[in-house]
């Protein structure tokens, strides 16, 4: 889901919210903490003059940025763009619009880090390589700006070399890198699992992030994601239960075990009783390697093939929120293997992964003998 471009940015009544130029070791204006630096957004009325001329900051180093604000079910309602610096030529990117995630996070306060924490809301991450500068500008489209505006940038630290659960001695279930394999740091997320019914959804999802990277960043880009989605948005773990990166490699996304229906935070209003299979890029647009479609159907497959479900059958889920595009307590029917947009109005997975989506559960149907 992305914000609306303003149609002229110089034009009148909007208000920018701009990075300002702080010395580096100004604790009241940053902190930093497992692995992200966080930024306050300050107000400033602008104009023309101001459309493009940001004073570029140098930063920490960073990986993934963001930008998140203190309630999580206010609007923000405008554009949010971003500028990095690439740390190995010391070039600034052009402007980059970042887009909104209100839906994927949890359906209920039981799924945040801590009982009295509600999260933050926050835009999609945006993968950006490593870096080192940052400027940032968020425009109003004539409503009030939510409030703790704040710019998040992720370093996805170090990591292992990548390891495989092994595949089973039965079809269909396949290799899959475990956490410990793409470096996750277990003592960001929380202690304690929830677990819900069987699996009867795999709900595909795109991760909104770049798709020019390197399959052996993977991890980096996955490890970013999940210090974004625990320490900038307040979650319990990674949202996602799996993600599959474009050359069909398979991770473990949030912890409590790849065999066990954990509960994710991926399709609001519809976590329950089903999986969130991300796939690593952004396919509005660009077509879907052949390879990662098949990543999503093996796993996809292996799961709801755990408790006898058809890849090709539907089932009917409760909404849990009135977030979603059905009225919390609505009973609505999904494909076993669906996508974002069929449970929130979203252009997730993508128009072109979305379009493979039969392609997806016919294979998925292939792989249980089906």
């Not at 835009?123 to 870096?131: E, F, N």
């Not at 949030?254 to 609001?268: D, I, K, S």
């Not at 059905?326 to 252009?347: L, M």
Request: aromatic share 6%.
């Amino acid at each position: 889901m992305r914000f609306s471009h303003l149609a002229a940015l110089g034009a009148g009544s909007a208000l920018v919210l701009l990075l300002q130029p702080v010395a580096a070791g100004t604790a009241a204006t940053r902190s930093q903490t497992g692995g992200v630096t966080t930024l306050p957004l300050a107000a400033t009325q602008r104009g023309p003059a101001l459309q493009r001329d940001l004073a570029p900051r140098a930063t920490t180093p960073f990986a993934l940025v963001g930008v998140s604000w203190d309630d999580p079910l206010a609007d923000l309602s405008g554009t949010v763009e971003v500028r990095t610096r690439s740390s190995a030529t010391g070039r600034w990117s052009e402007w980059r619009e970042l887009g909104a995630e209100r839906d994927d996070r949890p359906d209920a306060p039981s799924d945040v880090a801590a009982p009295e924490r509600a999260g933050r809301g926050a835009t999609a991450p945006l993968w950006v390589g490593a870096s080192d500068g940052v400027a940032v500008r968020v425009a109003s489209s004539g409503r009030p700006l939510p409030a703790g505006l704040r710019a998040e940038l992720v370093d996805p630290g170090e990591g292992p070399a990548a390891r495989s659960l092994p595949a089973g001695d039965r079809a269909p279930r396949p290799g899959v890198v475990t956490r410990s394999g793409w470096g996750a740091d277990e003592s960001l997320r929380a202690r304690d699992f929830i677990y819900t019914g069987a699996v009867r959804v795999v709900f595909v999802h795109h991760t909104d992030t770049t798709n020019d990277y390197d399959c052996a960043d993977a991890p980096k880009i996955i490890r970013s994601i999940y210090r974004y989605h625990v320490k900038s948005s307040g979650w319990r773990d990674i949202g996602y239960n799996f993600l599959v990166d474009k050359c069909g490699t398979i991770y473990e996304g949030r912890a409590g075990g790849v065999a066990e229906p954990v509960l994710g935070a991926h399709t609001l209003g519809f976590n329950t009783d089903s999986a969130g299979v991300a796939a690593i890029g952004t396919y509005v647009s660009t077509a879907v390697p052949q390879a990662q479609v098949e990543g999503i159907a093996k796993i996809a497959a292996w799961k709801l093939g755990l408790t006898g479900r058809d890849a090709t059958g539907t089932t009917t889920l409760v909404s849990a929120s009135d977030g979603s595009r059905y009225k919390k307590g609505t009973q609505a029917n999904f494909g076993a293997i669906s996508g974002h947009r069929d449970a929130f109005n979203t252009q997730c997975p993508g128009a072109r992964l979305f379009d493979r989506l039969g392609d997806i559960r016919s294979l998925a149907a292939r792989l249980q003998g089906r």
